[in-house]
């Protein structure tokens, strides 16, 4: 969540208008949209002043929910194991598969070839292997 977001969510939470939190910040009702909007960003008076009139930390106004981020870099992280899963699992196929036609046909071009596609294979497969213990360390330290 960005700033802009953290702002409407605290100002609708008071159920104040933009104009309402324009006046008490000193700042314009137009301002304010842009902030909200992400067109630009509150400088540092500005953010003091939110957090106070919020009742709330700079951290969590310009952090936003940590339990939403968490669970977006959580989301990521599966899909892109699952990517990797896949990519991983035709690099196999891929390398079973054409060993002999390349070294038949292609002969030392061939066996270039199918080492190099058996480097990526492996690259992937200790990729996986990280993000497998990452993911694993992480549910150890939630319990």
């Given at each position: 969540?960005?700033?802009?977001?953290?702002?409407k969510?605290?100002?609708?939470?008071?159920?104040?208008?933009?104009?309402e939190?324009?006046s008490?910040?000193?700042?314009?009702?137009?301002?304010?949209?842009?902030?909200?909007?992400?067109?630009?960003?509150?400088?540092?008076?500005?953010?003091?002043?939110?957090?106070?009139l919020?009742?709330?930390?700079?951290?969590?106004l310009?952090?936003?929910d940590?339990?939403?981020?968490?669970?977006q870099?959580?989301?990521?992280n599966?899909?892109?194991?699952?990517?990797?899963?896949?990519?991983?699992?035709?690099?196999?196929?891929?390398?079973?598969?054409?060993?002999v036609p390349?070294?038949?046909?292609?002969?030392?071009?061939?066996?270039?070839?199918?080492?190099l596609?058996?480097?990526v294979?492996?690259y992937?497969?200790?990729?996986?292997?990280?993000?497998?213990?990452?993911?694993?360390?992480r549910?150890?330290?939630?319990?």
């Open positions: 969540m960005d700033v802009g977001k953290q702002i969510k605290f100002r609708q939470d008071l159920k104040l208008s933009q104009e939190l324009a008490k910040i000193f700042v314009t009702r137009q301002t304010i949209s842009n902030w909200e909007n992400g067109k630009n960003y509150p400088d540092v008076n500005s953010l003091v002043m939110l957090s106070q919020f009742n709330t930390s700079l951290d969590i310009v952090k936003g940590v339990i939403e981020m968490e669970k870099v959580e989301q990521d599966v899909r892109r194991f699952k990517r990797d899963t896949v990519i991983f699992t035709v690099l196999i196929i891929l390398t079973v598969v054409s060993a390349l070294f038949l046909y292609l002969e030392l071009s061939g066996i270039v070839l199918w080492l596609i058996a480097g294979m492996i992937y497969a200790m990729r996986l292997n990280k993000q497998k213990r990452t993911m694993i360390f549910l150890i330290e939630k319990s």
